[in-house]
């Protein structure tokens, strides 16, 4: 009975024996291990801060670099375009100067992308495989810097925002890959190149944000923006958006940066125009409709026109095969086209950057029918020029060819030129590029904030406005 007795009471004890542990955790104090997890969070956390803004700076830096080299290979471009139109054209002062030089331009291009084959990538090239594959590649330098520089050289109606694009963003994926190759994981060396390319070239970092984030490198891992541990590094995983768009905004500023540098010291080269505000008010106001239109009809001729010399290209190298003749046959053509076509409308020639501020400065002594026509010969001189060999970008030429049809409306009309060129260059690039918020980005230092609301409004519009089956060719 009494080993029945003892049971209970040695459970209990027991029991009670247990219980009293269980209320200590109460009252000891907080495990070291997770001190440890705490203090080690709080500085990983500080590290993350610590490297993002490094990259910042980085961006910054990249971006002042990227200003630099744009500014030096604007002045190069210049330099060998005087060398044609001003050396050359001294010592053979005839009224075909430009058909001769033009033609001889074609063969020369034709030679060259036979010899080299090589060829200048679209901005839109560009942004797309960054886009696609985070890196862009060229063979080597020195092949594509002659691409990109016999065009202009020889007037081609193309941009050179294209060729500088394709040139520095893959010399920057080069570096990249070399800082890789030693350890430094340094991807933003890259990712911010196309925001400071586009920043640099039209002197507007809004453009270079915009052009960042649309062809910025997307991560293919949706949880790639999340870092494993709280002391990951950054350079571990992919950014989110937001944190790309604080880079590009930096790549921009510093190449703005970079680019009002080297004009300090070297002098202003490059950029787009500057024009003076909108003057018209109340029912002058109404002009914006016949603005949208006459742009409209630009970008009608500029699809058209690829889509025509496109099949010409074809035609001229029916086989398929690249022999000399396929190479060569298309730039000589379309130097003889486009040469034969300066000898009456000069302005046909060139990005258009500098004959822009030419342009305002003496429009009202031209007339309406020449400013008109050299508007539309150039919306359809550039896609030619594109399709057949002739390899650039598009945004210069189609911003001058706006602006020549603007005061063109505004001679024949008497309506406020301000208005007119602000309008119908908006609707005309929104046309070609069917991209009204890169159009407004690229425009913004363009024209005075009185006239933002009339160009974005031009700009939405001419984007949705049919225009054929647009052609996306080489060039574009």
Do not use: N
């Amino acid at each position: 009975m009494r080993r029945v007795r003892m049971r209970p009471r040695r459970r209990a004890a027991a029991a009670s024996a247990d219980a009293e542990p269980a209320a200590m955790p109460q009252t000891s104090p907080r495990p070291r291990r997770a001190l440890v997890r705490e203090v080690a969070g709080a500085t990983g956390a500080i590290d993350v801060m610590s490297s993002r803004l490094g990259m910042v700076v980085l961006a910054l830096a990249c971006g002042l670099a990227v200003g630099v080299v744009v500014s030096l290979l604007l002045r190069a471009t210049t330099a060998v375009t005087d060398l044609v139109w001003k050396g050359a054209a001294s010592l053979l002062p005839v009224p075909w100067f430009a058909l001769l030089a033009c033609t001889v331009g074609g063969l020369v291009i034709g030679l060259w992308a036979w010899w080299s084959a090589d060829r200048v990538h679209s901005l839109e090239e560009v942004m797309g495989e960054f886009r696609r594959t985070g890196s862009f590649r060229m063979r080597g330098l020195l092949r594509p810097t002659v691409s990109f520089l016999l065009p202009l050289a020889f007037g081609g109606s193309v941009g050179f925002e294209a060729g500088l694009t394709g040139i520095i963003t893959s010399a920057c994926c080069w570096v990249r890959d070399r800082l890789k190759a030693a350890g430094l994981r340094v991807a933003v060396v890259a990712d911010v190149t196309i925001a400071a390319c586009v920043s640099a070239i039209f002197a507007t970092p809004l453009a270079g944000i915009v052009c960042g984030v649309e062809g910025g490198h997307a991560p293919t891992d949706p949880e790639a923006a999340i870092p494993a541990e709280a002391g990951a590094s950054v350079d571990d995983f992919e950014l989110a958006r937001g944190a790309k768009v604080v880079l590009y905004a930096a790549a921009a500023v510093g190449a703005l940066g970079g680019l009002v540098a080297t004009g300090a010291v070297l002098g202003p080269s490059g950029g787009l125009p500057r024009f003076e505000a909108i003057g018209a008010h109340g029912v002058e106001l109404a002009w914006v409709v016949p603005c949208i239109a006459l742009g409209w009809l630009l970008s009608i001729v500029h699809h058209a026109s690829a889509r025509l010399f496109s099949r010409a290209a074809k035609a001229l190298a029916p086989s398929g095969e690249r022999s000399l003749a396929s190479v060569v046959l298309p730039p000589v053509a379309c130097g003889v086209v486009l040469g034969a076509v300066a000898c009456a409308l000069p302005y046909v020639l060139f990005p258009g950057e500098v004959q822009s501020e030419e342009l305002m400065a003496s429009w009202a002594s031209m007339g309406a029918p020449v400013l008109i026509a050299t508007g539309l010969a150039k919306a359809a001189a550039t896609p030619m020029c594109l399709s057949m060999g002739w390899m650039g970008g598009s945004f210069f030429p189609s911003i001058f060819s706006g602006v020549a049809a603007g005061f063109g409306l505004a001679a024949l009309t008497g309506c406020d030129p301000m208005l007119a060129v602000t309008v119908t260059t908006s609707a005309h690039l929104a046309g070609v590029t069917r991209k009204p918020v890169v159009t407004i980005a690229i425009l913004a230092l363009c024209f005075p904030v009185s006239g933002v609301l009339w160009s974005g409004l031009a700009a939405v519009v001419g984007s949705v406005l049919p225009v054929g089956a647009p052609h996306r060719g080489e060039g574009e």
